[in-house]
């Protein structure tokens, strides 16, 4: 939920630009674009290929299948597999594993919920983000191998969530250009003054700014990745926050500090002690931006 930093962009784009060289397509290595019919001298870029290789797979497949509707089903498969085939090639590869580290996202970058972090060992392939198309492959061919298109994600956003939804709308926050901490934080909905009962209070997304022309933007990446329904599923993380916040008042803090110290001029962090994940990092704690907003609206 916080922007992705790119310490060393050219380095890793120049990973993914292996796989565009051996694609066949006309493709571009400082960008990681894939030249489309409308870049000037690039008539036969990948989206004018594309067109051909799907009318010569539905010339063949009307050959053998005789239902017109499954004809074109069929052809526009081999021509996606074969249109897609740079992406596949680079995500079965190791490299996806090296991308995946320098990017250093540990939690997703969508929900902050799930762990994302790489693991292999040696030359063994064990675990990894998922790389969520921004922009979707079926649309933006062209940019299946550029970096910032490329989103480390868990695999709730990318394949149960976001699935096949484009966000190249407009109407979606890229984490490789904005930081959606900056934009919006968690609260709590009271519909009762009894907060030990989940049912009594609801977990949502309040933007810092009111005016803000991201908002909007943010907004469509709760909806369109459920995030406000997903996160009712951690109100006892809330509700262990406010029971800690209740137990350990301010007043009660300070005497306790006095007991410690026998000074009431001499502080100890006891804040840091009793509430760790006030001041956490976003990028290496699971839930750590709901911790975090939520403590800061409880402890006082």
């Not at 580290?101 to 990894?128: F, M, Q």
Request: proline share 3%; glycine share 4%.
């Amino acid at each position: 939920m916080e922007k992705i930093e790119l310490e060393d962009e050219q380095d890793i784009q120049d990973i993914l630009s292996k796989y565009g060289d051996k694609s066949g397509f006309p493709f571009d290595n400082k960008t990681g674009l894939f030249l489309d019919e409308s870049t000037p001298g690039a008539n036969d870029g990948i989206l004018a290929k594309s067109k051909e290789i799907w009318e010569n797979k539905y010339d063949e497949k009307m050959k053998s299948l005789k239902n017109e509707n499954k004809a074109k089903k069929a052809a526009d498969s081999a021509t996606s597999a074969v249109i897609n085939k740079p992406y596949r090639n680079f995500s079965d590869n190791i490299d996806a594993y090296k991308v995946a580290e320098a990017l250093g996202v540990r939690i997703c970058a969508y929900c902050n919920e799930n762990y994302t972090y790489v693991l292999r060992l040696k030359s063994k392939k064990i675990t990894r983000p998922e790389f969520d198309h921004f922009e979707t492959k079926k649309r933006h061919p062209e940019k299946q191998l550029f970096l910032k298109n490329l989103v480390p994600s868990c695999h709730v956003c990318n394949s149960n969530v976001k699935g096949s939804i484009d966000f190249g709308d407009g109407k979606h926050l890229n984490p490789y250009e904005y930081s959606f901490d900056d934009i919006m934080k968690f609260s709590i909905q009271l519909q009762s003054i009894d907060w030990k009962d989940e049912k009594n209070f609801k977990i949502v997304f309040l933007p810092r700014k009111k005016r803000s022309k991201l908002n909007c933007l943010a907004k469509g990446n709760i909806e369109d990745l459920k995030l406000e329904e997903r996160y009712q599923m951690h109100k006892d993380e809330v509700i262990k926050i406010f029971t800690n916040a209740n137990f350990y008042y301010k007043e009660r803090r300070e005497e306790i500090n006095e007991l410690l110290t026998g000074n009431r001029n001499r502080v100890l962090p006891l804040g840091q002690i009793l509430f760790p994940d006030k001041d956490c990092s976003i990028k290496n704690t699971s839930l750590g931006k709901l911790k975090r907003d939520i403590i800061r609206l409880a402890v006082k």
